[in-house]
């Protein structure tokens, strides 16, 4: 499960999200970080990873929120550690991550969002003079067809060290024309190896009421792909979150599920909720996706009653 700052940035990103929404004005209540009230209407937070539950994962994780926490920035904020991405613990890679994020975090207003790069290399192999084509591996395999228009002959692209590429268009696009330039440049059985930067979101949340950092991710084992995974968490954590919502004097009960995905717009968890046992969330009245800074929901009604 996340640490218990992650869950409370979690549920505050989702309340966030209902007030947008919904035109309400809900905060979370002293002493029951994971309901909130308007005055009038109280609500229950759930959130719900949809990955095994990783003791060795999240002790890794708890040493990086609190040496980010030590740069004193005043808010709050979420780093989202994209799929099967690993968090430094070990120096000096440790502090580079620190200064890192800290140098995106400080600009950062409420509410604002970023993103924070890390340099990566990436290597580049040319296997045949004739045809026009990469074959590419790791977090750059999405653009595989990008990449083969700016390259002349046979290519393997091994970007197993990428594991979330920026969404800035423009900074993508000069991405594959300095892979199409390098190309160039290699000879049949030769190899080159080049540095370029995978981009992690950071947010800092509205509410700052409270200050420090919070990362959100799955243990690098995890597969975002298995629907298999999703479907079995999916049950297990409903069936969890109506158990610890029914015992909650609230008159609304919303899940967060929180997924691990490049980018919202690839996640595929929603269509797997949406597939399963309608009875396990039909006490729910609202059921959304917690991914890459962004809420999606699954389930939501037009107004809240």
Do not use: C
């Amino acid at each position: 499960m996340p640490s218990e700052r992650a869950s409370r940035y979690l549920a505050a990103l989702l309340l966030d999200w209902l007030n947008q929404r919904y035109g309400a004005k809900f905060r979370s209540s002293d002493g029951e970080p994971l309901v909130a009230t308007d005055g009038a209407h109280r609500i229950g937070l759930a959130i719900a990873p949809l990955w095994e539950d990783d003791a060795t994962w999240d002790e890794r994780l708890r040493p990086a929120e609190e040496r980010l926490g030590a740069l004193g920035l005043p808010g709050s904020y979420l780093l989202w550690v994209p799929p099967r991405a690993m968090v430094p613990i070990d120096e000096p890679g440790a502090s580079h991550f620190a200064e890192r994020i800290g140098a995106a975090a400080g600009p950062l207003a409420p509410g604002g969002q970023t993103e924070v790069m890390f340099p990566v290399t990436i290597k580049l192999a040319k296997l045949r003079e004739e045809g026009g084509y990469a074959s590419v591996v790791g977090g750059l395999s999405r653009w595989w067809t990008r990449v083969t228009e700016n390259v002349q002959g046979t290519f393997a692209v091994d970007a197993t060290a990428v594991h979330r590429l920026t969404r800035d268009s423009a900074a993508r696009e000069e991405l594959w024309t300095t892979i199409g330039r390098l190309s160039n440049g290699i000879e049949v059985g030769q190899s080159a190896e080049f540095e370029i930067d995978e981009a992690w979101t950071l947010q800092r949340l509205p509410d700052s009421a409270s200050e420090g950092f919070a990362l959100a991710g799955a243990p690098p084992s995890v597969d975002p792909t298995d629907g298999i995974l999703v479907r079995r968490m999916a049950r297990k954590r409903l069936a969890a979150a109506n158990e610890a919502l029914g015992a909650l004097d609230v008159e609304l009960r919303a899940v967060g599920f929180a997924g691990a995905y490049e980018y919202a717009e690839v996640e595929t968890a929603s269509g797997t909720v949406k597939a399963i046992d309608p009875a396990l969330y039909s006490r729910l009245a609202i059921v959304s996706l917690l991914v890459d800074g962004e809420v999606k929901p699954i389930f939501a009604p037009t107004a809240l009653p």
